[in-house]
């Protein structure tokens, strides 16, 4: 296993340098200058050309490469050139935000197809089973932000079951409130989720439940409750975890879009507000933060599949 991981290691390396170079210079294909937004009514030429070369942005891009990247090694992200707030500051302070909204949809979804995948595969073709499919082709047709114009319009506008846009409270100030504010957006990325896992997990689920081996345990008497927990999900899980590894980078972008319309400050607020200000080094910044938590989300995805099967280390 330690020379699985190893290579699974300096494979991760490897593409997180790859990662850099794109944060780095797709960022530059941007339409705009810097210097224009942060001089605003002082813009001149003369006013730009210092600027310009105050913050580098006349050095060739190779080189100014090599000084973003020799900062970022040092844990230096670099300084927004609106706000001139450090970037690593505000990714520390956005990031709770996904990581909230990541955990509690991902909860919700678990835990409603996991057993909705159990029980409709107990009985293919059931009522349950139909209704179940049926429903999950009719969500999976519906993307976040079309969901949460319509929660929004429901459960916060009509019914007042939840706050509106805007009305987000850290945890640590309300742990209530800020609970109350977050389980709506949960909700619409867990739709998603919830679909995608029901869907791989059931499929497998039935092919586990035609092998030997679990005919060989219902010949023992073995309850069919014990038989799907203990010997048919294990098995049936390994598509279910490559997926959740996927959908889970998925979400960072869904969760972009929702936490934009429901003016949540998460990182996805943050990057498309640092786009519109074409604020380099911030949304370098995120855009490499955020593509390293998706690699090592995958690696420990991948690290999971030798827990899960141990076989895949001797491959």
């Known amino acids: 296993m330690a020379r699985y991981l ?8 490897g593409i997180l ?21 942060i001089l605003g009514p002082s813009d001149n030429a003369q006013n730009r050309a210092a600027l310009t070369s105050q913050l580098g942005l006349n050095l060739p891009l190779w080189h100014q490469y090599l000084v973003w990247i020799g900062n970022v090694l040092q844990g230096n992200l670099g300084e927004s050139y609106i706000t001139h707030e450090s970037v690593s500051r505000i990714i520390s302070t956005a990031f709770p935000i996904d990581l909230e909204l990541i955990i509690i949809s991902q909860l919700l979804a678990l835990s409603i197809a996991v057993p909705t995948a159990l029980a409709s595969a107990k009985r293919p073709n059931g009522l349950l089973d139909r209704t179940s499919t049926t429903t999950s082709f009719a969500l999976l047709a519906l993307p976040p932000f079309i969901l949460i114009v319509f929660f929004v319009l429901i459960f916060s506008i009509y019914l007042h079951w939840f706050p509106g846009p805007g009305s987000y409270i850290p945890f640590t100030q309300n742990p209530g409130q800020n609970l109350r504010a977050m389980i709506l957006p949960s909700i619409v990325l867990a739709i998603g989720s919830i679909v995608i896992y029901f869907r791989i ?7 586990t439940l035609q092998q030997e081996f679990i005919t060989v345990a219902r010949s023992k008497g073995l309850s069919n409750r ?28 869904g969760a972009f879009v929702v936490e934009y319309l429901l003016a949540l400050p998460g990182l996805g607020y943050e990057i498309v507000n640092s786009i519109n200000q074409v604020d380099y080094l911030t949304v370098q910044g995120i855009t490499l933060f955020v593509a390293v938590v998706i690699v090592l989300v995958n690696f420990v995805i991948d690290f999971l599949f030798t827990v899960v099967d141990p076989r895949i280390t001797r491959e």
Do not use: C, E, Q
């Open 6 to 13: 190893v290579k699974r290691f300096f494979a991760l390396l």
């Open 226 to 253: 014990y038989i799907m927990w203990r010997h048919a999900l294990r098995p049936s899980s390994l598509a279910l975890l490559a997926s959740a590894g996927l959908n889970i980078s998925g979400l960072v972008a």
């Open 17 to 37: 340098f790859f990662i850099s170079l794109g944060a780095f210079f797709l960022i530059h294909l941007l339409p705009g200058d810097p210097t224009v937004t």
């Open 201 to 207: 997990l059931r499929g497998d689920l039935i092919s």
